[in-house]
């Protein structure tokens, strides 16, 4: 792995640097947002502990995902966090559950906002229900929740 393919994939696994009015404000580590933005919008992720956030970071490192989806989601956790020090002065993960409701409703109105819950919510959907091959839905929880019985034949391999 090159250098610069390691700081790349590195995003969710290091820290995300929030600035409030040109200065440092905070560093979050964009892995405890996505996971926290997730169980707020779906309960259901933690209920059934679906590895919803390590699906996301799998989707960044995929080599078919496009850079622009990629870059979405990085800029999605970065804009998230900026909403919350203007609203609440702390960063996300740092919110009661009021508050973030309150700015998940907020950000909902905004073009970007309402976009990026779209692509967390479908990721998180893809965790629950996807084959545990890919490290999520583990023992089947979601299909047993949904009460689905599997096709087959069941993938061989990961492809993500």
Same mark, same amino acid.
């Given at each position: ?10 995003? &969710?696994?290091?820290? &995300? ?18 996971? &926290? ?22 989707? &960044? ?17 970065? *804009? ?31 073009? *970007?906002?309402?976009?990026?819950? +779209? ?14 091959? +890919? ?7 979601? *299909?047993? *929740? ?5 096709? +087959? ?8």
């Amino acid at each position: 792995m090159t250098r610069r393919v390691f700081v790349k994939n590195s995003f &969710l696994t290091v820290a &995300l640097l929030v600035f409030s009015k040109g200065k440092l404000f905070a560093t979050v580590t964009p892995l405890q947002t996505i996971a &926290l933005l997730q169980e707020d919008l779906l309960p259901l992720v933690k209920q059934l502990q679906s590895n919803s956030a390590l699906y996301v970071l799998k989707i &960044l490192n995929h080599s078919k995902i496009s850079n622009a989806d990629k870059q979405f989601i990085r800029n999605g956790v970065k *804009w998230l966090n900026e909403e919350a020090i203007t609203l609440y002065g702390n960063t996300y993960t740092k919110l009661s559950y009021e508050q973030r409701q309150t700015l998940l409703q907020t950000i909902s109105q905004t073009r *970007w906002g309402n976009s990026f819950m +779209y692509a967390m919510l479908a990721y998180s959907m893809e965790s629950i229900l996807g084959d545990p091959i +890919y490290e999520i839905n583990t023992d089947q929880k979601g *299909w047993k *929740w949904l009460e689905h019985e599997t096709g +087959y034949p069941r993938p061989q391999k990961a492809f993500l």
